[in-house]
Each structure stands twice: as structure tokens, then as C-alpha cells.
């Protein structure tokens, strides 16, 4: 058949057709707005004025606020829920949003007062690394000398004395490095050996985490396990050959990953970081975007007063020296910090409330996982806000408990449309691309697995994955298959589709 025989069979044969092409996603609700009140008057206003500055989606400047505020805190105390138990204050964030909604400037805003005491740490770990390495080669020196002066030192026990008097070695400066964009379970582990015991990984590419080799499907599941274990603020324990042993207690992890969709689909719809639990310990938001809304205007003067009020305020906390435990130099020993009578009873009630909520055909059936953690995430959240409005608060106030469950219900409501709607499926994702290239740049009424993998969306680069691509989308109704095929831009294609405009 020609393609004009092939256009008029199926013009013909459509007036038969009674189902329209469906949707390839199910139809969401947008998201709620991002309760920007609840993060507090510093932390709020900041958040304010970098969306007045870059004028990202708002839930993407609180989310990088948030993140950055948690790292600066959670070393210095653990939140006491009403349970007894003492649990850290640190909270997993991941921001989704494309290309072009000015994520790094986000990030680059409120990780300033961090990147500024990692420089601080630079500059005194350049002196002090100079000075340990001139005792250590004078130490070193001095034990050849004891270990081989044979006439000054003729047996073990004069050895063993000398050896005694001259002490252990010199003790290297801690690693001056506070975050981290892309590490393995192993280098994290090796750099709480030998750095500071609060990191953070925080990447305004997290794609790179979520794509690389730390969460590589051979690793995957060990990463995961870490990032829990460290979530939970448990006992770090590694056995392997060339390291030996280590035991680590004291450390803090927060983190923060802004990702595109795509990605953030490969992470939340993967059923092995489901079972695993490390899902459940990931708060997300993804807000509509603000491309094409974006005209110019001058920031307001007050925007960068409360940037810079938020700035000083996390760097003060980032140099407030960290409680360790007795006798060791990178090892935590937060303080506990209880809840007012006030805020036990608000955080009981939304323990409660939630409880109900989860039993069977609930409203958060669909995300019980993360539901059985949302106290708690309340609570970390509350005190994380406690404690940058006042490092020294005896205890989480009401209004700060109610605070943290305002944001955790955000995070609820974000993980229903986005966990559970399925819209997050990869494949789905993909078609729907491919889909809006092919009526949008694709100037041709008929399309192959040929045209569609050599010239489509970029993720499409292989004959295999085409054919799955058009299979969704033949599904939905969106590409029907012409019988016997037809010719593609002068190429004679055995199997070819018209694409339904």
C-alpha cells in the first residue's frame, strides 16, 4: 500500500473507532503548597528569599533550607519521644523536579553557611596537617632509632620502656570534609573513621548517587541497609580483609538528592529499597514547575536580609563545638531532648490519627510504610526547627511539634500522589516523553522502532527498549499498527505505526 492508501484506510477505518486514546498516567491531583510557615521564622524567611531570588517552585528552596538546617543540628541532640526512646534528628530529603527549575541555585544558597565552615576547616586542617606531620616523622624517627640501637637499647624490655616513654603516634587532623555528592557505603565509612562524625550527602545532580556505583544493583541493597542503619543512628560495624575491623557509634547522616522524574522513578518504584525500608525514611516533595513563569523582576531587599540572618545563624551552629563522648574526637554523644507536656500530647493525638489511617482500605494503606514512620518523622523534624531557632531549648515546644506534623503531612500527601498513583513508573515515563517528542518534533504521521530509537528521546537507544515504548503506547491507543507496513522518510519499514495525533 501506498501512504496515501494507507492514510485513507485508517481515516476510514477510525470512523469505527470508539475509545480515544487513554491517558498513559493516571490524572493527580498538583501538589499542596509547601507549608513554608512551619519551617520557622529563620528558616522560613530564608527559604522566602531564595525563591524571591531564583524563583524556583517554593518547595524546592524549603527542601534545600530543611536539609542544610538538619545537617547543621543533628549532632548536637537526639529527640526523646514519648515512647522513651532517644532518636536521631536526621531526616533524608529528595527534591524532584526537571531540568531548568534552578535546583543547584536552590542548593548553592542554602548549603553557603556549610561550604563556608568547610572552608574554615580547610584552612586549619592545611597548618595543623604541617605541624602533625613534622611529630609524626620525628616520632617515627625516634622508634627506628629505639627498635635498632641494639648497644642503647640491648633487649626487648629496654625497648619496651623506650617504646613506653616515647608514647603512640601523633594523631592526623580530622578530614576536613562535612558533605559529600556521591559516596559509597565504604567511603562514608572511611571518612567517619577519619573525619568529622556529621556528614552530609547532598547533590543538586542526584542522579549521580541514585545512578551510581554505591546504588549499582550489586550494591544496591548494602547501601541501602547503611543508609538505615545510619538513619536509625545505630552502631556502624565493617569486617573486611584489607581494613579489618571497624566499629563506629556516634555518627549522623543527613541528606539531600534533587533529581529529575526520571530518576527519582528509578529510586521510588524500586521494590527492593521498598522491602528493604529505605523508602520509608525518605521524605519527598515535587512540586509543579516554574519554567515559563519566570519573568524578570528585581529580588526584594529583604530577601537578602533573611538569606543572610538564616547564614549566620547555621554557621554559628556549624561552630559551635560538637558534644562527643568522654575520650574520643569524632565520636557523638547528644544531648536528649524531650518533648513539652504540650507537644507530647499533640504528637500522641497524630500517632493516633495515623494509626487509623493505616488499617485496612485506609487512607494511607497505600504508603503504610512510610505512615508507620510519620511520628517519628514529625518529631525529627520539630526538633530540627527547636533547635535552630535555639541550640540550647530545653525541650520542643507545642507549636514546633505541630510544626514538624504540618510538614509531615506534606510529605504524606507527596508520597499518595506519587507513590501510590503509579505515576512514577519508569516505563510509563519514558512512553509519556516519547509521546509529547512525537507530537511535538516528529514530523511524520508514521513512525518505526527504527526512526524511534536512532532519532527519539535520548533513553531510547536501542531496539529493545523501542519496541517497549510502542508497545505502551500501541496499548493506550496512541500508535496503531498499519497492516503490512509502509514507507518512513524514503525507507520501506516492514512494521510501522501511525501515530494518533
Not at 543540628?73 to 531540568?99: K, Y
Request: charged letters at 25%.
Amino acid at each position: 500500500m501506498t501512504k496515501a492508501q494507507v492514510v485513507e484506510a485508517i481515516d476510514a477505518a477510525e470512523e469505527y473507532q470508539l475509545e480515544p486514546p487513554r491517558p498513559l498516567v493516571r490524572q493527580t491531583e498538583p501538589a499542596e503548597p509547601f507549608p513554608v510557615d512551619a519551617l520557622g521564622d529563620i528558616m522560613g524567611n530564608a527559604a522566602r528569599g531564595i525563591q524571591d531570588r531564583t524563583q524556583a517552585p517554593m518547595a524546592i528552596c524549603a527542601q534545600s533550607i530543611l536539609g542544610a538546617g538538619t545537617l547543621a543540628v543533628q549532632g548536637h541532640a537526639n529527640v526523646e519521644l514519648p515512647t522513651g526512646q532517644a532518636r536521631p534528628i536526621s531526616s533524608f530529603f529528595l527534591s524532584v523536579a526537571a531540568t531548568g527549575e534552578r535546583k543547584s541555585a536552590c542548593d548553592k544558597e542554602a548549603l553557603w553557611p556549610i561550604k563556608k565552615r568547610e572552608s574554615a576547616l580547610r584552612e586549619v586542617f592545611a597548618i595543623d596537617q604541617e605541624t602533625w606531620r613534622n611529630d609524626f616523622e620525628a616520632w617515627e624517627t625516634q622508634r627506628r632509632q629505639i627498635l635498632g640501637d641494639k648497644k642503647k637499647f640491648p633487649n626487648q624490655a629496654n625497648k619496651k620502656a623506650a617504646l613506653d616513654d616515647l608514647g603512640p603516634a601523633p594523631i592526623q587532623p580530622l578530614t576536613p570534609m562535612l558533605t559529600a555528592t556521591e559516596p559509597t557505603f565504604e567511603g562514608l565509612a572511611k571518612l567517619y573513621t577519619v573525619g568529622h562524625p556529621s556528614l552530609g550527602v547532598f547533590s543538586a545532580e542526584g542522579g549521580q548517587f541514585i545512578g551510581g556505583h554505591g546504588m549499582s544493583p550489586e550494591n544496591k541493597l548494602r547501601t541501602a541497609t547503611a543508609l538505615s542503619t545510619l538513619w536509625d543512628g545505630e552502631t556502624i560495624n565493617r569486617v573486611r580483609a584489607g581494613d579489618g575491623a571497624v566499629t563506629l557509634l556516634g555518627r549522623r547522616l543527613s541528606m539531600h538528592l534533587m533529581v529529575q522524574p526520571e530518576v527519582a522513578s528509578m529510586m521510588l518504584t524500586d521494590r527492593l529499597l521498598a522491602d528493604q525500608g529505605l523508602l520509608s525514611r525518605v521524605l519527598v516533595t515535587a512540586p509543579a514547575p516554574t519554567s515559563g513563569t519566570r519573568l524578570w523582576r528585581d529580588p526584594k531587599p529583604e530577601s537578602m536580609d533573611a538569606i543572610k540572618r538564616y547564614s549566620a545563624r547555621l554557621l554559628d551552629i556549624m561552630e559551635t563545638p560538637l558534644p562527643l563522648a568522654e575520650g574520643k574526637r569524632n565520636e557523638l554523644e547528644p544531648r536528649r531532648l524531650p518533648l513539652s507536656p504540650e507537644a507530647r500530647k499533640g504528637w500522641i493525638a497524630f500517632t493516633d490519627h495515623i494509626e487509623g489511617l493505616m488499617a485496612s482500605g485506609g487512607y494511607m494503606e497505600p504508603i503504610r510504610g512510610l505512615a508507620n514512620k510519620l511520628a517519628e518523622h514529625a518529631a525529627r523534624l520539630a526538633a530540627v526547627i527547636a533547635l535552630v531557632d535555639d541550640l540550647a531549648t530545653p525541650n520542643i515546644s507545642a507549636a514546633h511539634i505541630d510544626a514538624g506534623i504540618q510538614l509531615t503531612e506534606h510529605y504524606a500527601a507527596e508520597a499518595l500522589r506519587l507513590f501510590a498513583s503509579g505515576r512514577t513508573d519508569p516505563n510509563l515515563i519514558l512512553a509519556q516523553k516519547t509521546l509529547d517528542w512525537l507530537h511535538l518534533k516528529w514530523g511524520e504521521s508514521f513512525i518505526s522502532s527504527v526512526e524511534l530509537y536512532q532519532s527519539g528521546p535520548n533513553p531510547i537507544r536501542d531496539a529493545k527498549t523501542a519496541k517497549m515504548v510502542i508497545g505502551i503506547l500501541e496499548e493506550h491507543g496512541w500508535l496503531v499498527p498499519v497492516d503490512g507496513g509502509c514507507e518512513i522518510n524514503g525507507e520501506r519499514r516492514r512494521k510501522a505505526w501511525r501515530v494518533v495525533k
